[in-house]
């Protein structure tokens, strides 16, 4: 073989045996010390859960970040607990806001409403107007169109009163007068109201006791004139509102209100009497299941001419054994001395 047969020959073997020699290192295991740079291969196995850290709080960088709802507003997160309230309450009672009140929470944050419009509702304007009829008394007349079956208060010269609107926010009374210049304010229950106002030159000629109470407290007024008897002519109060000696009685408020004012109010035309004589006053009250056992508030008006005076009154009620008798205040008020003109 020439010596150049014996290059190629040997540059074929060692090409052959690098050939192999890298055949063999991608499929036999290198020996020890041996440094290989092949991929490791892929372990599949399922996820498990995290190891739980130890309790304690976290940090704000912690924290994940939530996802914006489009639909909620980023709205600031306080504690709420109850509260009295301080601003007026529309369209409730006077036992509700005296609950309200008794109560000593505070908020943490006060809250904030849009201040109530000055101006009135269109269509809602509430008006009064008044007009003296006979025996020293006022027609007064209430329209309130957007406050039906509303719960008012009547206020006159000492006078207090409930009343209830019709469905229409209608109101009719007929009030006597306690003063010449009379001033009637109509006070809605939501914070509204209305004054009407009359002249009354004959209350000169005329004297009147009036009798007011809150509740069910069975009180009531009884006129004996002239020396009359118990349901006899001439016996004026709740069962006979009048008598042929021009005497007069009327019953404002509307007792089904709850804790209602009441007033029973006795009116005798003094100038224009045609007989002498005395009209026995008195001041009594049922003893019922609603009101024995407790001691009941009562005020007194008398007018006599242009003199006015008023008188507060306690009464104790018998224990509740006694339902269905009546006690007899003789004292409470005068009696009227009545001379023929």
């Known amino acids: 073989m020439s010596r150049k047969r014996k290059l190629v020959t040997a540059a074929g073997t060692i090409g052959c045996a690098l050939a192999i020699g890298w055949v063999m290192q991608a499929t036999v295991e290198p020996p020890k010390g041996t440094i290989t740079y092949s991929p490791a291969p892929i372990e599949k196995a399922p996820l498990v859960p995290a190891q739980t850290a130890p309790a304690g709080p976290m940090k704000s960088a912690e924290l994940p970040a939530l996802p914006e709802s489009p639909d909620l507003p980023d709205l600031p997160i306080t504690a709420i607990r109850l509260t009295s309230v301080a601003a007026p309450l529309p369209a409730i009672s006077d036992l509700t806001r005296s609950l309200l009140s008794d ?26 107007s008044a007009r003296t009829v ?16 509303t719960r008012v208060t009547v206020h006159h010269n ?20 306690m003063s ?36 069910d407290a069975g009180f009531q007024v009884h006129a004996r004139e002239f020396g009359a008897n118990y349901g006899g002519e001439g016996h004026v109060w709740s069962g006979a509102t009048s008598s042929r000696n021009g005497g007069a009685f009327v019953r404002l408020g509307d007792a089904s209100a709850l804790g209602a004012k009441v007033v029973e109010v006795y009116t005798f035309p003094t100038d224009t009497a045609t007989r002498s004589g005395t009209v026995d006053l008195t001041v009594e009250a049922e003893v019922t299941a609603a009101n024995c056992g ?26 509740c054994s006694a339902v269905g008798d009546f006690l007899v205040l003789n004292n409470l008020v005068d009696d009227l001395k009545i001379a023929a003109r």
């Open 134 to 149: 006979p025996l020293a008394s006022v027609a007064i007349d209430v329209t309130a169109p957007c406050d039906g079956n």
């Open 103 to 128: 109560a000593s929470y505070a908020p943490d944050v006060a809250p904030t409403m849009p201040d109530e419009p000055l101006t009135p509702y269109l269509g809602c304007e509430i008006t009064a």
């Open 294 to 319: 407790r001691d009941l508030a009562a005020q007194s008006i008398e007018l006599r001419g242009t003199s006015l005076r008023t008188q507060d009154l306690v009464l104790s009620m018998p224990e």
């Open 180 to 215: 010449e210049t009379a001033v009637f304010v109509i006070e809605f229950d939501n914070d509204r109201g209305v004054v009407a106002t009359a002249e009354v030159p004959e209350l000169a000629g005329i004297d009147r006791i009036a009798l007011q109470w809150t509740g």
């Open 158 to 177: 000492g006078m207090m009163f409930t009343e209830t609107t019709s469905a229409g926010g209608d109101l009719h009374l007929t009030v006597p007068a």
